[in-house]
């Protein structure tokens, strides 16, 4: 991955696989998203990138990879080995690029800094970062998403149409999920329990309602 595929993932904006900052997060913050990157197919993280895509910056570059690096190992159980890059994409404009791999060993537990008892796996959900679900967490695949890529051809059609829904329209409930794909609310419900189970998808319990969201990309 080099320059030309950074300038293209810049351009396309913030997604599942892909997240701006600014500049250094705050540390829990930070191993909060690189939890959420490795429990679901990875992805890369610009430092010194607006949430627009604009470039900003960082001034101490150095000092960012640093911290990233000491996140990743300190901050996330088990430890994420990540790849940083400097990248200087205009004259003077120092941007950090980190690319964090889908884990091998599912979940990855974000460490609370300021409390080491406190510790959540998370993962990505379009643009955000979301805690899993204990539903989730007892039946997360812990296989990559390579072996589940081979298993498309036995997912029957509405298991299709209930991944595309959620590619197009993430945090879908089963009722909403039901409806988008035209299909009872129980035959959804038990599409979505083998989706869950085989690692598809995950849930987010959001107030009083479940939420469902893509655990990988849907290609």
Not at 87 to 108: F, G, M, S, T
């Amino acid at each position: 991955m080099g320059h030309k595929q950074w300038h293209k993932m810049i351009r396309s904006g913030e997604n599942i696989q892909v997240e701006f900052k600014r500049q250094i997060p705050k540390l829990d913050r930070l191993a909060k998203s690189i939890s959420a990157f490795s429990n679901s197919a990875g992805g890369t993280l610009f430092f010194g990138v607006n949430d627009d895509g604009g470039f900003h910056g960082l001034e101490h570059v150095e000092g960012t990879e640093e911290l990233v690096t000491q996140v990743a190992q300190f901050n996330c159980n088990p430890p994420v080995e990540t790849k940083t890059h400097f990248w200087e994409p205009l004259r003077n404009i120092h941007i950090l690029v980190v690319e964090v791999p889908e884990a091998e060993e599912k979940p990855v537990y974000a460490i609370n800094p300021n409390d080491p008892k406190d510790a959540w796996p998370f993962f990505r959900s379009d643009k955000e970062n979301l805690p899993l679900d204990r539903k989730s967490l007892k039946t997360m695949c812990r296989t990559t998403s390579v072996p589940l890529e081979e298993d498309l051809k036995n997912l029957d059609k509405h298991a299709h149409l209930i991944l595309t829904r959620l590619k197009e329209h993430p945090r879908q409930t089963a009722a909403q999920l039901a409806k988008g794909c035209n299909i009872g609310v129980h035959r959804a419900k038990k599409i979505i329990v083998k989706l869950e189970q085989n690692g598809w998808i995950h849930s987010f319990f959001n107030e009083k309602r479940r939420e469902y969201s893509l655990a990988i990309p849907w290609k």
